[in-house]
């Protein structure tokens, strides 16, 4: 589940993921799915420790995050919250 700090979701982030110590870079192939307008995706990986890389849409509100060494070893359910980004304003 992908959403925001006020808890609304967000659709059509892009999550990549890698076996930990690969790349997770934003144009890896690997492991990707993208967030459902309801902010939900799931991925089949096999039990491991993994990496990755929240790239939510270019033109939206919210900050890139990334998750290391994360250890999947049974069904999981994970709610990624992504920040607000930096907005300078000049008054």
Known sequence: EVFSEANAPIANCRITGAPYGGTVAPDA???VT???D??????TIPTGI????FEPPEHGS???RQIRQFSINS??????K???KAV???L
Not at 50 to 53: G, I, Q, T
């Open 88 to 90: 300078a304003v000049e």
């Open 29 to 31: 192939e690997a492991m």
């Open 50 to 53: 993994y990496s990755f890389r």
């Open 34 to 36: 993208i967030s459902a």
């Open 38 to 43: 309801d902010g939900t995706c799931s991925l």
């Open 82 to 84: 992504l920040p607000l």
């Open 62 to 64: 919210f900050q890139s």
């Open 75 to 80: 069904d999981v359910k994970r709610r990624i």
